[in-house]
């Protein structure tokens, strides 16, 4: 029974395609997000809702559209891919928007 | 910038002994720290938190220790155990939560048997 899931874990794809990664808590959190991994390591935050309304947005390209159609699920939908899209986007999920975040285990973009 | 910075990439310790792990901050205005743990090909799992009210906060073999003045906080694990091999993550924030949390990019644990 997985608290955060997030699918496809993997997804190879070419350059120019359109492609969605959903996420999905069950934990009962109010708060939701993704954080991408790029490759130097760093876990960066992109986006954060809150009961389903976007709360941060870190100047992240508009080819980015975060859809959250409940307070469970957050989807990542992302348009005409570049190769500098590749990394790892985690999910993620709170209580709140001040308490401790629990990860999904990712899933690994690769554009070619 | 790197607000958050983990300058040790990689560390080895034996089993049994102790792992301390650094990191440092930039930011003044951090006043929330935690640690995240994460193995391959999953994601971080959270283990320990401190705020800035303190500087000191343990959890069975887990200590973290804040020292403000130097904006270094490290995480120690007593005794390490295989099992902790993994890479470890600081991260902070502004405004004693955990939103928008800023992490370092993670000191690889191996605890060798």
């Known amino acids: 029974d997985t608290a955060v899931s997030q699918t496809p874990k993997y997804l190879v794809t070419q350059m120019g395609n359109d492609k969605s990664i959903k996420c999905e808590q069950n934990l009962g959190h109010d708060t939701m997000y993704w954080y991408k991994q790029d490759s130097k390591k760093f876990l960066k935050i992109m986006f954060s809702?809150?009961?389903?309304?976007?709360?941060i947005n870190e100047t992240v390209p508009n080819r980015f559209s975060p859809k959250s159609p409940d307070k469970a699920h957050l989807n990542l939908h992302i348009n005409s891919l570049e190769l500098g899209d590749s990394a790892v986007y985690f999910c993620a999920s709170s209580v709140g928007r001040g308490n401790t975040i629990y990860f999904g285990e990712g899933s690994w973009l690769t554009v070619v | 910038d790197q607000q958050v910075k983990q300058n040790s990439p990689s560390l080895s310790v034996q089993e049994g002994r102790i792992s301390i792990l650094n990191c440092d901050y930039t930011n003044s205005m951090f006043d929330y720290f935690l640690w995240y743990k994460k193995y391959p090909a999953e994601g971080p799992t959270f283990l320990i938190s401190i705020s800035s009210i303190k500087d000191k906060n343990e959890d069975g073999r887990f200590t973290v220790f804040l020292n403000k003045s130097a904006k270094h906080l490290s995480l120690h694990i007593v005794p390490s155990q295989p099992g902790d091999s993994a890479v470890y993550f600081c991260?902070?924030?502004?405004?004693?939560?955990?939103?928008?949390?800023?992490f370092g990019k993670g000191t690889k644990l191996t605890v060798n048997p």
């Open positions: 809702y809150n009961n389903k309304e976007l709360i």
């Open positions: 991260a902070a924030s502004a405004q004693g939560g955990s939103e928008k949390l800023v």
